[in-house]
Each structure stands twice: as structure tokens, then as C-alpha cells.
């Protein structure tokens, strides 16, 4: 399985842009990149995924690297309830599995 | 929809008893994943089930078994526990065939703590 690298806590102040950094330089061109995170007393919530183009949804963005040998998700106005552990994780597509190798993650702290 | 379903969500037990948790997928799911969670180890998986068959399992020890009903209902069972048996266990479901885009939905989880 892909290994990630992810810092181990950001701080941010609310209503602020936050970048979370995940570098994945042994990816695959199959592996799909998803992020994750867990609330403080929850299990893990899906975020965002995506192969090679940049994403977006109500929740967040996902940028791609063009070489894909890292990404970042945004959240582009941090509030004190995006407060959690991210995890990014790398998927293969080819693998028939649903299995999450889930890593340290980045502890995320907002503050007011 | 209802969400993923664990019961108990707390647990006390002692060592070398066992121990079954209980997950009900979210309706139409055909795929469990179990994973454990400890301060120390973080998130491992467990074992994934799909249509009653066991996909995947991770490096655990034999006394961590799992199941899967027709359902899609599972339970998971730990024999002889040992106080590192402490964690939370997560179950997770998708309605997945394995292609590595599914969104994994996960429960709240069971606390077991063995004194």
C-alpha cells in the first residue's frame, strides 16, 4: 500500500483559509487520493477524493499536483466545527478492496 | 437513511473473557469494513466483508474473527482478551464493489475496555 505524509498539527483561526499539505511521492497511476477526517468522539467522515484533476465540493477543495506526488486540501473558511483529525489516504482502483490504510493524519485546531 | 450502527457503544470486560460488537450497515450497503483504534497504533484495519464473504483481513491474531449476515449485518469477536484489546472499533459500509472511489461511511463506534 502507497504510503502518505502528512504534518502532524496546523493551527488556524476561524472564518481563515487552511491548507492541509499530504505528500504521496510513491503513488500509483491507479491510486486514487481521498481525505478523511474525525471529529473529536466520531468515527472518520469522507471529505473529498480524486485521481488527477483538482475537486470541489460543499465541504472542500482537493489541488493535485500535476506529477500527483502531492495534494492539498482546502477549506476555504475554517470554522471552529472543521476542528479534527485529516487523514489522507491513498485508494487503488485496481485492488477490489475497501480497505483505508489511514496514517497519522493532521490535527487541525481552530481557534476564534 | 439511517447511518452505520454499532451496539454497544461501550463495553467493559476483563481479560481473557470474549467479546462480541455488532454493526448494521447503512441500507443497501453490501460491504463492512472493521478497524480498530487505539492512542498508540491509530486507526488499523481489521478485516472488509462483502456479500457474506471475507475480502481483506489485516495482521491481527486469530482471536479477532469477523462475520457477515445476508443482510449485510456483521459482527465482529474477540476471544481471550488482553488489556490491549482497549480501543474503539470503528465499522464502516459502502455500497462498493471494490473500485476504490466508494465513500466509506463509518459508525460511532464501540469503546471496549478490558480491566
Known amino acids: 500500500d502507497a504510503k502518505t505524509t502528512q504534518p502532524n498539527s496546523m493551527e488556524s483561526n476561524e472564518e481563515e483559509p487552511v491548507h492541509l499539505p499530504c505528500n504521496h511521492s510513491?503513488?500509483?497511476?491507479?491510486?486514487?487520493i481521498h481525505w478523511y477526517r474525525q471529529l473529536p468522539s466520531q468515527g472518520p467522515e469522507y471529505v473529498i477524493h480524486?485521481?488527477?484533476s483538482n475537486v470541489n465540493n460543499r465541504m472542500a477543495s482537493l489541488a493535485i499536483a500535476e506529477d500527483r506526488k502531492s495534494s492539498t486540501l482546502i477549506l476555504h473558511r475554517a470554522t471552529l466545527r472543521d476542528a479534527a483529525v485529516y487523514y489522507c489516504i491513498l485508494r487503488d482502483v485496481a485492488g477490489n478492496t475497501d480497505k483505508l490504510i489511514f496514517g497519522t493524519g493532521t490535527r487541525l485546531q481552530v481557534f476564534p | 437513511k439511517a447511518g452505520v450502527t454499532q451496539t454497544p457503544r461501550y463495553l467493559i470486560k476483563t481479560r481473557g473473557q470474549q467479546v462480541t460488537l455488532s454493526c448494521s450497515p447503512i441500507?443497501?450497503?453490501?460491504?463492512v469494513s472493521w478497524y480498530q483504534q487505539t492512542p498508540g497504533q491509530g486507526l488499523q484495519f481489521l478485516f472488509e466483508y462483502f456479500s457474506e464473504t471475507q475480502r481483506n483481513k489485516g495482521n491481527f491474531p486469530g482471536r479477532f474473527s469477523g462475520r457477515q449476515f445476508s443482510n449485510s449485518r456483521s459482527e465482529m469477536n474477540v476471544s481471550t482478551l488482553e488489556l490491549g484489546d482497549s480501543a474503539l472499533y470503528l465499522c464502516?459500509?459502502?455500497?462498493?464493489?471494490?473500485?476504490?472511489?466508494?465513500?466509506?461511511?463509518f459508525g460511532p463506534g464501540t469503546r471496549l475496555l478490558v480491566l
Open positions: 464502516a459500509s459502502s455500497s462498493s464493489i471494490g473500485t476504490g472511489q466508494e465513500t466509506q461511511y
Open positions: 480524486g485521481l488527477t
Open positions: 510513491t503513488i500509483s497511476g491507479t491510486d486514487y
Open positions: 441500507s443497501g450497503h453490501r460491504s
